[in-house]
């Protein structure tokens, strides 16, 4: 029973050890670490779908998914009058700063270890968080992982 647990724990520990750190991003394992930008979209109601499953919210807008786990994700409520402190990214606007901070990471990797990356599978350059402004006076702040694109 005692090998048991231990198993049990140690593939706990190992599937735990696979979940990036939200906050940084890194090329490839082992390589050096790099802050996430922070970026918001403001999400307009009317043209937003919500999917509910048990522990994650899928957010279909402007035809991309994004993915809130709310067992990792941070959700704030604040004022609409607080939208004028925050600085908004269209889609197009993160797409062409993704393909900048690729080539640019990749240079860097070049010159420094002789060999070219390969292209980045996903958008972890930036933390996004989701704004949705669901009242007359108040919005929901959804952090989220972007997990596709048209």
């Known amino acids: 029973?005692?090998?048991?647990l231990f198993v049990v724990f140690l593939l706990?520990?190992?599937c735990l050890a696979q979940f990036p750190d939200k906050d940084f991003y890194q090329l490839y394992q082992g390589s050096k670490k790099y802050p996430k930008i922070v970026k918001y979209i403001l999400a307009p109601l009317d043209e937003t779908n919500v999917a509910k499953e048990e522990g994650v919210l899928r957010f279909y807008?402007?035809?991309e998914i994004f993915i809130h786990y709310t067992s990792k994700h941070i959700v704030e409520t604040i004022s609409t009058s607080e939208l004028n402190n925050l600085n908004f990214s269209s889609i197009r606007?993160?797409?062409?700063e993704d393909r900048k901070i690729y080539y640019k990471r990749r240079e860097e990797h070049f010159l420094e270890n002789g060999?070219?990356?390969p292209p980045s599978l996903g958008y972890d350059y930036f933390k996004i968080s989701l704004?949705?402004?669901?009242?007359?006076?108040?919005?929901?702040v959804y952090e989220v992982y972007?997990?596709?694109s048209n």
């Open 12 to 14: 706990s520990q190992i």
């Open 1 to 4: 029973m005692d090998k048991i």
């Open 93 to 96: 606007e993160l797409l062409d």
């Open 61 to 63: 807008v402007f035809d």
């Open 131 to 140: 704004v949705l402004v669901e009242k007359e006076n108040l919005a929901k």
């Open 115 to 117: 060999f070219n990356l």
């Open 146 to 148: 972007w997990l596709y």
